[in-house]
């Protein structure tokens, strides 16, 4: 289990009761036993969305599994009604020998806070971050990979020349489209989606008190009218939203400009900090405020 793995959040695969997903986390599915070297697929659910998680998902094989796992049925999940994919998981998960995949559950909180410090991490690098370190976890597990295929992510030639630099001896694809173009990122698309549609359909609010939040959010998409009326219909005018909310995104920040309660930063500590500190005048030239206060002096010899 990878260390930040909590079995007591809502996975497809480790049913538990749900909890507030406010930390990111991983999970894997058990290690395939068959020989390598093996393919691996990788893609993710929720870019977009201005509520829940993201998610990054891989799913790999054997090469010689290559031809059975092209008849299986994988394809880009958004074109898939949610049975389907649930079916596929199953899938993935019926032949734990040959097939393996695993999911990388970046919180909302995560996103947001990695996209307002300074210097910001954006949404690219976070998902960069997120696939490096699955690959990186599923070598550890003693897999051979062979051909490790992306979903595009920026520019496809500079991601794909950074990965094989990262990775040596394995032959990296980075392609528009490549849940479309291969199945292993079907796979891949297949968990990541399924996954989030868990993590959003159980998630347990942790805010308490007087707020009682509701469930209606509709897609999370900002273009979303459902999303933008729950968006509107929950702000809490002193805290602003739950954490399932993604604070750091325009929508959010414009809602929260417009109705909530202003606040106004002063700056009245460090600015008496500075004038205890400054220095006086005449005979106290040399001493600061705070020094004359607490009758302090100094001394050349101990």
């Not at 010689?64 to 008849?71: G, I, N």
Request: with cysteine; glycine share 8%.
């Amino acid at each position: 289990m990878s260390s930040e793995e909590s079995s007591n959040v809502l996975v497809p695969s480790a049913p538990g009761p749900a909890t507030p997903i406010t930390e990111s986390y991983t999970y894997h599915s058990p290690t395939p036993a068959a020989a390598g070297p093996y393919i691996l697929g990788v893609d993710e659910a929720g870019r977009g969305p201005v509520l829940g998680p993201l998610v990054y998902g891989v799913a790999y094989c054997p090469v010689a599994y290559k031809e059975k796992l092209d008849d299986l049925g994988f394809a880009d999940s958004k074109t898939l009604n949610a049975d389907t994919r649930s079916s596929l998981l199953e899938t993935l998960s019926s032949d734990p020998s040959n097939l393996g995949w695993s999911v990388r559950v970046v919180s909302p909180q995560a996103i947001s806070s990695g996209m307002i410090k300074k210097p910001p991490t954006n949404l690219n690098q976070q998902s960069q971050e997120a696939t490096i370190l699955l690959i990186r976890e599923v070598l550890d597990r003693g897999i051979e990979l062979a051909e490790v295929y992306v979903d595009a992510l920026g520019n496809t030639t500079t991601y794909e020349k950074y990965l094989s630099g990262l990775f040596p001896g394995i032959d990296f694809t980075v392609t528009t489209k490549a849940d479309a173009k291969f199945k292993i990122v079907g796979a891949a698309s297949v968990a990541a989606k399924v996954t989030r549609d868990a993590c959003i359909e159980g998630w347990c609010f942790e805010e308490t008190g007087e707020a009682e939040w509701s469930t209606g959010f509709g897609s999370g998409y900002p273009s979303d009218p459902n999303t933008q009326a729950w968006l509107k219909g929950n702000l809490e005018p002193t805290f602003g939203f739950p954490k399932l909310v993604r604070f750091s995104w325009t929508t959010v920040k414009l809602l929260l400009e417009k109705d909530a309660h202003k606040v106004k930063w002063t700056d009245e500590g460090q600015a008496s900090l500075v004038k205890a500190f400054e220095t006086g005048k005449g005979l106290d030239k040399d001493r600061c405020f705070v020094t004359k206060d607490l009758q302090l002096s100094s001394v050349s010899t101990l």
